[in-house]
């Protein structure tokens, strides 16, 4: 079942920070981030395999809450590079993934 | 290091023409292979994946096909294109079935 992203886009100026959520009504057992760029593919971020597990890339990081069956993105002083479509995964029967429909961030100078 | 790659970049087809797309990896032996297809401004539509060489698990019963002759070979086609088949595909690697590796896709416009 595809996992549910909110909201699906965020409007910000530059050093303003940014919360998507990515939620599931069955369990997670994982969950994976990825960001795409206008025009290309969509590029790895991080993964989570743990409840309460927390990672961070630079000024962007991700927790997983297992019990509540959810993963946040956190974004801090957000950059004109960030701005992109952000994905959230997570794996399905066998080797697939289910991808969230996406939240579109816009960062304005 | 792994590279992914995927040809053509872009392509323009008339509705009832074959297609036949293909993908390769290197540096890695054994990866899971995937087909996805991104409709303008959507999300990522599973395809196919692809586990080893000649096993094939289809998600979109469509009139497209997968195959994978060789290890770090994935090759995406169809007999007759529809308008509908226009989009975004993207072909992508993993090992672990987690974190995945995204070629830079073919645009597709069929008209």
């Known amino acids: 079942q595809q996992p549910v992203q909110s909201p699906q886009a965020v409007i910000l100026r530059e050093g303003e920070d940014a919360v998507i959520n990515c939620s599931s009504s069955?369990?997670?057992?994982?969950v994976h981030w990825y960001r795409q760029k206008h025009g290309e593919a969509p590029v790895f971020l991080m993964i989570?395999?743990?409840?309460?597990e927390q990672k961070g890339h630079d000024k962007i990081s991700a927790s997983f809450n297992e019990k509540k069956q959810q993963s946040s993105l956190y974004l801090t002083a957000s950059q004109l590079s960030y701005s992109g479509t952000y994905f959230c995964g997570t794996v399905g029967g066998g080797f697939k993934t289910i991808f969230g429909a996406g939240t579109r961030l816009f960062v304005k100078a | 290091s792994q590279t992914i790659h995927q040809w053509p970049a872009t392509l323009v087809q008339p509705v009832g023409s074959p297609l036949s797309l293909e993908c390769t990896v290197e540096g890695t032996s054994n990866p899971n292979l995937y087909w996805y297809r991104q409709a303008a401004g959507r999300g990522l539509q599973l395809l196919f994946y692809s586990v080893g060489i000649g096993q094939i698990s289809s998600e979109v019963p469509q009139n497209l096909s997968a195959s994978r002759p060789q290890d770090r070979q994935f090759i995406l086609s169809s007999k007759k294109l529809l308008l509908s088949d226009s989009g975004f595909y993207l072909c992508a690697w993993s090992l672990t079935g987690y974190e995945q590796y995204f070629g830079p896709g073919t645009r597709l416009t069929v008209t």
């Open positions: 989570l395999l743990k409840g309460g």
């Open positions: 069955k369990a997670l057992y994982s």
